[in-house]
Structure formats: structure tokens, C-alpha cells
């Protein structure tokens, strides 16, 4: 049998521009006037409608194959988004928190979180478990991919804040970044946000779980997530940030949730 390799990010994305380019496409979405190059923001790489066919077409086969391939879960969920991102940005405008997020556009890596001063808090803060969950996770906030292919600023910023506050979420349901894990958050995600990638992580997900991992998701997890993800605050409109000294227990009654690890 012969081995083929799955090409890369960068290589598949190549592939798609150079058989799919159009000199003459002017399309940019609906957001602010491009730059010279075409460029609505930094990373944007503008895409027309058949690059963006191919891009999820590919990038859904490779997130199916391998779930651990970041790049082409983040691809898909740029290229999928079209519907559920405008619903995200507009609960966050009608939110006084949500569209002070969207006027400042925070960002979170290691440029913009101390994480010595998170280490430094008192063991009952969201920042203190943040801090811990991502140092015993091996996890740095840089590895975020930043948006490309969302054809809008603001929603590419909505699509990017989605992506940052991810290791939030398991620090605050309390889930590990093991495959139940993540697809556990997929479940909460899905029904907060709406983005079809989340809906294809949680759906195929389970398949590589075990019988008895299987059993407690559709037992216990999955029933735990529909009770509480419609009632708690769409997490998106939490100016996380400002909560680092803030008792983990009153930021999760501020949020209508609770830890989900049995």
C-alpha cells in the first residue's frame, strides 16, 4: 500500500488560490472598504465563492479524519460561519458588556495576560484556575489561529474573540482537554454559538470515545448541557478579562452555569 501524506495548511491553502484565483473578483463581504492589497484586516485572505467551497470541503474531510488537525477545524469554521456569525455579533451588540467588546476588540495571548500575576491570586479565582488549568494543560493562549477567510471585520473579530475565550470555557465548566473534554465543549459551544463546526465536533466526536465514555456523555454530559447552555449567559458577552480576581463561584452564578466533570 502506498503512504500518502496529508498535505498542510499552507500547502492546501496554496493549492486552492492558484486553481481557483480570479484576477478580476472584486467581492470583499459586507464589512469596511479593503486596503490596497484587498485586505479588510490583518491575516484577511480574501477568498471567492468556489476557493471557500473547497476550503470547507477539504477542511471537513481533514477535521472528520484527524480532530487533532487545528488548522482545518479553524478553517471550517471561517468558511461555515456565514449564518451563525452574524446572529453572535448582533446578541453581542444588543449586550451593554458584548459591545463594549466589539468597540475595544481585546485580544488574549501572552502579550496581553501576566500570567505571573494571574499564578499570584488566590486559589478560589477564575484567574488563578485559569492560570492552572493552563499550565497542568501545557497550553499557551499564542496558539490560537487567527482568522483569514471571514470576509467581514467585525465578524472575523467575533470569530477570533470564539476562538480566545475557548480555554475559558473548560476552566470554568471544569473539563479536561481530553477528547471527552473537548467534545463536551463542543456540545456547550454548539448550542451557545450555533457555528456548524461545533455542530460536527460534538455530533462526529463520540466515535472515538469508548463504550463507557460514550455512555456517560449521552447519560450524563450531553443531558447536563441542554439543561443549563440556554439558560447561562452566552459567554461571548463576558469581559473575561476583568474578571481575574473574581471568586470563581460568583462568576459562574453571574453566568447561569456550574463545573460539568462528575
Not at 476562538?163 to 473539563?175: A, G, Q, W
Not at 463520540?206 to 449521552?218: C, E, F, G, M
Request: hydrophobic share 35%; net charge negative; proline share 7%.
Amino acid at each position: 500500500m502506498v503512504s500518502v501524506s496529508v498535505p498542510n495548511y499552507s500547502l492546501y491553502i496554496t493549492c486552492v488560490h492558484v486553481y481557483t484565483w480570479n484576477p478580476t473578483d472584486s467581492s470583499h463581504g459586507q464589512g469596511s472598504a479593503p486596503n490596497v492589497d484587498g485586505l479588510l484586516y490583518e491575516h484577511h485572505t480574501p477568498t471567492t465563492p468556489i476557493q471557500k467551497m473547497l476550503l470547507t470541503a477539504g477542511s471537513a474531510f481533514m477535521s472528520l479524519y484527524d480532530p487533532y488537525r487545528h488548522d482545518m477545524v479553524a478553517v471550517l469554521g471561517e468558511t461555515t460561519g456565514s449564518v451563525a456569525l452574524p446572529r453572535l455579533h448582533r446578541l453581542m451588540k444588543e449586550d451593554p458588556v458584548g459591545r463594549q467588546i466589539l468597540e475595544e476588540r481585546p485580544r488574549i495571548n501572552s502579550d496581553t495576560v501576566d500570567m505571573k500575576y494571574l499564578a499570584s491570586l488566590p486559589d478560589d479565582t477564575f484567574g488563578k484556575l485559569y492560570h492552572d488549568f493552563m499550565k497542568k494543560n501545557k497550553i499557551s493562549a499564542d496558539t490560537r489561529d487567527p482568522v483569514r477567510f471571514v470576509d467581514d471585520p467585525d465578524l472575523a473579530y467575533v470569530l477570533q474573540r470564539y476562538r480566545e475565550v475557548h480555554d475559558f470555557y473548560h476552566t470554568l465548566l471544569d473539563m479536561p482537554t481530553n477528547f471527552m473534554g473537548e467534545v463536551v465543549i463542543k456540545w456547550f459551544e454548539v448550542i451557545q454559538t450555533r457555528l456548524p463546526m461545533c455542530a460536527l465536533g460534538a455530533i462526529f466526536g463520540p466515535v472515538r470515545l469508548s463504550a463507557s465514555d460514550r455512555r456517560d456523555l449521552i447519560q450524563y454530559y450531553i443531558p447536563e448541557v441542554f439543561k443549563m447552555a440556554p439558560q447561562s449567559k452566552l459567554l461571548l458577552n463576558i469581559y473575561f478579562e476583568r474578571h481575574w480576581e473574581t471568586s470563581i463561584d460568583e462568576l459562574r452564578e453571574e453566568m447561569r452555569i456550574h463545573p460539568l466533570r462528575k
